[in-house]
Nanobody, 124 residues
Framework: QVQLVESGGGLVQAGDSLRLSCAVS????????LTWFRQAPGKEREFVAS???????YYADSVKGRFTISRGNVRNTVYLQMDNLKPEDTAVYYC??????????????????WGQGTQVTVSS
């Protein structure tokens, strides 16, 4: 059974940094895409960053150069390091896992395992 548990959200000011964590169990990293999505109030869930099959990383244009997705060495954890945060980054951030092909990593409907979400609020 796949389980995903996010942590690390909070309230910060514009320009600050946060690191989100997603503790993953029940999968083999090399067979899965592990992806962060976010959803702001009144908006659709959107792709943020993906670690695909344990080695390749992909980012939304809106976060490229500011966010970094990586895999931890302990306890099968995936991190999202978020630097130079902006108010428009405010959202609930979700970690998702799925046996997705590369061309499908940005579509949330292709993922069948989700964490509970963690709130990130960036004040101006």
């Amino acid at each position: 059974q796949v389980q995903l548990v996010e942590s690390g959200g909070g309230l910060v000011q514009a320009g600050d940094s946060l690191r989100l964590s997603c503790a993953v169990s029940g999968i083999t990293f090399s067979n899965y895409g592990l992806t962060w999505f976010r959803q702001a109030p009144g908006k659709e869930r959107e792709f943020v960053a993906s670690l695909w099959r344990s080695t390749n990383t992909y980012y939304a244009d809106s976060v490229k150069g500011r966010f970094t997705i990586s895999r931890g060495n302990v306890r099968n954890t995936v991190y999202l390091q978020m630097d130079n945060l902006k108010p428009e980054d405010t959202a609930v951030y979700y970690c998702a896992a799925g046996r997705v092909i590369l061309s499908s990593i940005r579509n949330p409907s292709n993922y069948n395992s989700w964490g509970q979400g963690t709130q990130v609020t960036v004040s101006s």
